[in-house]
């Protein structure tokens, strides 16, 4: 059995990263005004790897396009998609696993457009663990259960010969408090968003794991190309709004090209304030590590997919291939305009 136990921290936390039913934002009434949209709500957890869409947002190109958003904010993607299963949005910006596992499980999601082109994921640890199996017996955080941060680090402990099952205790942790709880030696692991790179540079810590390193992301990703970040809608939505999806779309690929045709201080300065408390010097480098793995054109390949349902069935999040076309749903990006 999963040893995950709970820790009691105190937790600085920001106020866009809330968790339960979520902390609403939404576009101002001169953003709107005279003007008929419809509403639509995004679920989401506030990460940079969806800066196309938080770029979208501040530019009106979800006004131009007839929308009306507002984003509805999580602890994490997997409570974010059941926000969205639940009714709570339309749209929800997430990792593939909890997508794929709820398909699998008959729960109906499309996936409409692709944020990265690879997986940016890291695995640091305290400065006395020199490899993976030096942390058996250890207590570590990989996210909650369900997650792609806690596939991904089950993954490089299996790689390195320990059982995610028994070998190490998973901690219950806010994103936020790791790299506290990590430099308190509260745990002696943790998972990272690449960017987090940043923060890490004053702390005594390995690097155990970075995906952005070609030889890291052939080992454990397997592959050039791993869409696992999107964006989802319920299959019934997609299927019965193709005008608002259409539209949504056509939005996050303007915010695309946005950050394909500007520098990283310019995304840093345009979407600040959708990052209150965070320095916007720290903001820029943050997407400089993240600007290249920026999709070019948000499409999912049907190889790619494979990839990211390979590793999703060597890590138990899914127990057999969906077929492409049951999850996979490519016509909005074609139509972009």
Not at 1 to 12: C, E, G, N, S
Request: aromatic share 8%.
């Amino acid at each position: 059995m999963k040893k995950i136990i709970a820790m009691l921290l105190l937790l600085v936390m920001s106020t866009t990263l809330l968790a339960g039913c979520g902390t609403k934002e939404k576009a101002t009434e001169k953003e709107t005004a005279g003007k008929e949209l419809t509403k639509v709500v995004i679920s989401e957890f506030r990460n940079l790897s969806w800066s196309a869409v938080y770029v979208a947002y501040q530019n009106g190109y979800f006004q131009e396009e007839g929308i009306a958003p507002e984003f509805a904010l999580y602890k994490d993607g997997p409570i974010a998609f059941q926000g969205m299963h639940g009714g709570d949005s339309q749209f929800c910006l997430l990792s593939q696993e909890p997508v794929l596992k709820a398909e699998e499980e008959g729960l109906d999601s499309s996936i409409i457009y692709s944020v990265l082109d690879t997986r940016l994921y890291g695995f640091v640890s305290a400065s006395d663990i020199k490899s993976v199996k030096d942390l058996k017996g250890q207590a570590i955080f990989a996210g909650m259960p369900g997650s792609a941060p806690y596939s991904f680090v089950s993954a490089i402990l299996k790689e390195g010969g320990l059982d995610p099952q028994k070998d190490v205790t998973f901690v219950n942790l806010d994103y936020s408090a790791s790299m506290s709880a990590l430099s308190k030696g509260q745990i002696k692991a943790s998972y990272i968003n690449v960017d987090n790179r940043v923060e890490i540079q004053s702390m005594d810590v390995n690097v155990l794991v970075d995906t952005s390193n070609p030889a890291d992301a052939a080992k454990y990703l397997k592959t050039d190309v791993f869409s696992g970040e999107i964006i989802a809608a319920t299959g019934e939505f997609a299927a019965k709004n193709p005008k608002t999806v259409q539209g949504f779309v056509n939005a996050v690929d303007k915010g695309t090209k946005w950050i394909n045709e500007h520098s990283a201080a310019e995304v840093a300065k345009l979407i600040s304030p959708l990052f209150q408390g965070m320095n916007v010097d720290v903001l820029t480098k943050k997407i400089s590590i993240l600007k290249g793995a920026v999709t070019k054109t948000g499409y999912i390949s049907e190889e790619s997919q494979t990839a990211v349902e390979n590793f999703c069935i060597k890590n138990g999040v899914i127990k057999a291939p969906i077929p492409y076309n049951q999850i996979i749903d490519m016509q909005f990006v074609k139509s972009i305009k």
